[in-house]
């Protein structure tokens, strides 16, 4: 938390040599040895009491201010450390909290050194008051700035793109460790960026913003923790993570509108989907109640006639103006109401971004401005409304952009983001694609640290209005586990929301290929329990019970504790409700052990063997998938390395899925090797338990309903004819013609009389698909996007609002 007070004018003239000081902050787990000079402080040495390990400095700045008369002003910059500073006096000192005052004559500026441990941490923080006499700008502050040997960055990417799909890897608030001596380091900010330079280790964030005269600007504060073994540095780093976010880790079931409806949805047909999803999971199957039935991107009034000038995000016609009825109907299934909100006005609110940009409140190329002060304010003043008004989830969704376009507020003085114009940009849109050069990334970055700034606060007012809030971060977000200070999931970012594939397996291994990239390949540090991963779907009724049922396990077992059902409600047989109630109780079941979820394995995209699996001391699983089309074998070793707690017992083998136990033991213990062999496709789903686990409740379920879906003799074969789109004639057709919308840039869509839909950006074509018409009020493109005449409104994919010219 940042604080803000006055501070009286200083003087250092009169102060003298001091003599040199060691101080000590110390617990069980660690100990830090501040030296204390006339030539400031510094870090002597740390002890990792758990590892019994020490790490000595080779250099140490302390810390580090780079300062300016302003970003804008191009050769004033300066920086300044530790060692610029003369030691004034020491304000705490005990074993828990030292502070230290230091002053630098010359600039006109006190840095108070904070530093503080608690009685039974493993991790220690530390951080800066900074008081100026005179105006300067703080362009960037280094809380941590020191030289360890071993110091180590995981996450190396940083791809702070505008136009780059799937490429949308900012590499912000990630942490770094010491890889012989077992610490992690990093700044309890998520637009923080920590980096490793050599041996030089920086924890620190760009601010870009002037110190007034006289008032004391506190900085985040950096973290540095231990371990008992540096191999396993990364566990106790998510052990931190739990202990400091914002709200426990909680089981959120949850159904969501959108794959039932689209935009289309209505207070009525979203009550028929509540009603329904109700009476078959929880009411026929005995699964818990879900905790929020949420309508997604289609309840807010955002076309370019929408009056937001005095309330943002208001209700359109479909839906009651205070969402009573839903309300109502939300909780006659023991459950909350949870919406779709886009911060930045994406998608389906993009229609309320030019009038907002005629008025000044911050709109960029495409979306809003997460700095304007007018729109922000409105935004924080909404979104605290619904949050008391008992909408208990929020998914916001299009923060900074999407999967594949960004805007930054380059030209955001008037809404306080710092900027550069000597880099040249004066005239450029705010997704210019020019911006993808990394030497514009500290421009963008200004934008990033401001606007998720302003996001925090508004999280902060979230959570008082309701404690038991619940927020998803969504597109144009970023991971950073320090993000759950504040919201309690983040989507996985470079993935779409649907995983496409032509079966089950095709499905799990693309968003599984999106798992091991994030955690094998970028080794980017987030706890796979908070992520929003867009699943799991059943959209039809035509695959077998099995096939679904290892789907559905498969899935579940990724270890997100954000469980979120897309539905094509009423396509379900009643073999599909009871394999999604089988999975749903499993989950409820195995859910504690989310705390250590993680993956094992190789590379689903390259056909390797791979699960996921996490533990407790008296209980675990193990999911295990071969997604290749050929027999292979695989060995797991049940010990640390693979997530299991030292000094476990031994484990009674159980599971939901009989043939999953096929020439296995009953029983196994801390250290023993499970060595099988996975056929073609083959999942297997693996309980791990003190005592032996009952399944009957789920196995009931798997014989509840004798009927099942037995594919035809054709089934998996390529239907060679199906292969094109056959169009149909739209003669008379009331979407006949050129319709025109925004979607980072100027696109239309035009439909002809012999079946065709030509897609262009400006004046340049960019495809021509068939399409076909099932009445006078939609059109469907390859049998698949939607498209919905709603008065003289054309409805796009659900997103998109067209209109004729």
């Not at 016609?317 to 919406?339: E, I, M, N, P």
């Not at 997704?431 to 200004?446: G, T």
């Not at 009674?652 to 029983?667: A, E, M």
Request: with cysteine; hydrophobic share 35%.
């Amino acid at each position: 938390m940042r604080h803000t007070f006055l501070f009286s004018a200083f003087s250092v003239t009169a102060l003298g040599l001091v003599s040199a000081e060691t101080l000590t902050l110390e617990n069980q787990s660690i100990q830090r040895v501040l030296n204390i000079d006339k030539a400031g402080v510094t870090t002597s040495g740390i002890h990792n009491k758990q590892a019994k390990r020490e790490l000595q400095p080779t250099a140490c700045a302390e810390f580090s201010l780079r300062l300016s008369e302003g970003t804008d002003k191009e050769g004033t910059d300066f920086t300044l450390t530790s060692k610029d500073f003369a030691y004034s006096k020491t304000l705490k000192k005990d074993k828990g909290h030292v502070a230290v005052e230091l002053l630098n004559e010359k600039h006109g500026l006190k840095v108070v050194a904070h530093y503080t441990l608690e009685d039974d941490a493993f991790y220690m923080r530390k951080y800066l008051e900074i008081t100026s006499r005179k105006k300067v700008c703080l362009e960037r502050v280094d809380v941590e700035a020191l030289s360890l040997t071993d110091a180590y960055q995981p996450y190396q990417e940083k791809k702070i793109t505008a136009r780059a799909p799937w490429q949308w890897k900012p590499g912000l608030g990630q942490p770094l460790f010491t890889t012989k001596t077992g610490t992690f380091w990093g700044i309890e900010f998520p637009a923080s960026y920590n980096y490793v330079d050599g041996e030089k280790l920086r924890c620190g964030y760009l601010h870009g913003r002037m110190l007034e005269p006289g008032k004391t600007y506190t900085s985040y504060a950096a973290v540095m923790g231990v371990s008992d073994d540096p191999a396993f540095t990364s566990d106790a780093f998510y052990e931190y993570i739990d202990q400091v976010r914002v709200r426990p880790l909680r089981l959120q079931t949850q159904y969501n509108s959108w794959f039932d409806y689209h935009g289309g949805v209505t207070r009525e047909a979203f009550a028929k989907s509540v009603n329904k999803v109700n009476e078959e999971l929880c009411v026929k199957r005995g699964v818990t109640p879900l905790k929020a039935y949420v309508i997604d991107d289609g309840w807010q009034d955002s076309n370019k006639k929408s009056d937001w000038s005095d309330q943002v995000w208001k209700v359109n016609g479909k839906f009651d103006s205070d969402f009573g009825s839903s309300q109502k109907t939300v909780k006659s299934a023991k459950s909350t109401l949870g919406l779709w909100l886009s911060p930045g006005c994406n998608f389906g609110a993009r229609g309320a971004v030019p009038a907002m940009r005629e008025k000044g409140w911050g709109g960029l190329t495409n979306y809003m401005s997460l700095a304007n002060t007018k729109y922000m304010d409105m935004l924080e003043k909404r979104m605290v409304q619904l949050a008391k008004e008992e909408t208990t989830y929020f998914k916001l969704d299009g923060c900074f952009g999407h999967l594949n376009i960004r805007d930054f507020d380059i030209d955001g003085a008037a809404n306080g983001v710092p900027t550069m114009p000597q880099l040249g940009t004066k005239g450029w849109s705010s997704d210019d694609k020019r911006l993808n050069d990394p030497k514009y990334d500290e421009l963008k970055s200004y934008y990033l640290v401001v606007g998720t700034e302003r996001m925090m606060k508004i999280f902060e007012g979230m959570g008082k209005a309701n404690p038991d809030v619940y927020i998803v971060i969504s597109n144009g977000a970023y991971l950073s586990p320090w993000w759950l200070m504040h919201v309690d999931a983040v989507w996985m970012i470079n993935a779409g929301d649907a995983a496409g594939g032509s079966s089950r397996t095709k499905e799990l291994v693309y968003r599984d290929g999106v798992y091991h990239n994030i955690w094998a390949k970028e080794r980017t540090h987030y706890p796979m329990n908070s992520l929003f991963n867009h699943e799991p779907k059943k959209t039809k009724s035509h695959e077998p019970k099995d096939v679904f049922r290892k789907y559905l396990y498969m899935n579940m077992s990724r270890g997100t504790g954000f469980v979120e059902l897309y539905l094509k409600t009423f396509n379900l047989k009643e073999y599909d409700w009871d394999v999604l109630a089988e999975g749903m109780l499993w989950v409820e079941d195995v859910f504690p052990t989310f705390k250590r979820s993680r993956m094992h394995g190789g590379d689903p995209k390259k056909g390797e063997v791979y699960g996921f699996t996490a533990w407790l001391e008296k209980r675990g699983y193990i999911s295990i998938h071969n997604p290749s089309d050929s027999a292979q074998d695989y060995k797991i070793t049940l010990n640390r390395k693979f997530g299991l707690i030292p000094g476990a017992q031994s484990y009674v083998l159980s599971s939901p899925i009989d043939d999953s136990l096929q020439g296995l033991k009953k029983q196994y213990a801390y250290g023993d090797v499970i060595q099988l062999t996975l056929k073609p496709g083959e999942i297997r789903i693996l309980n791990f338990d003190h005592e032996k686990r009952d399944w009957s409740k789920l196995k009931a379920l798997q014989t509840r309903t004798a009927a099942d879906f037995v594919p035809g003799p054709n089934a998996g074969k390529k239907k060679v004819e199906n292969k094109k789109h056959v169009a149909v004639s739209l003669a008379g057709h009331p979407l006949l013609g050129r319709w025109y919308y925004e979607a980072g840039g100027k696109h239309s869509r035009e439909f002809t009389a012999d079946g065709k839909c030509i897609l262009r950006k400006g004046n340049k074509e960019i495809w021509t698909k068939t399409c076909t018409s099932k009445d006078a009020d939609s059109v469907t493109v390859e049998n698949r996007y939607q498209h919905h005449l709603k008065g003289n409104t054309l409805v796009i994919e659900g997103r998109y609002r067209a209109k004729k010219r």
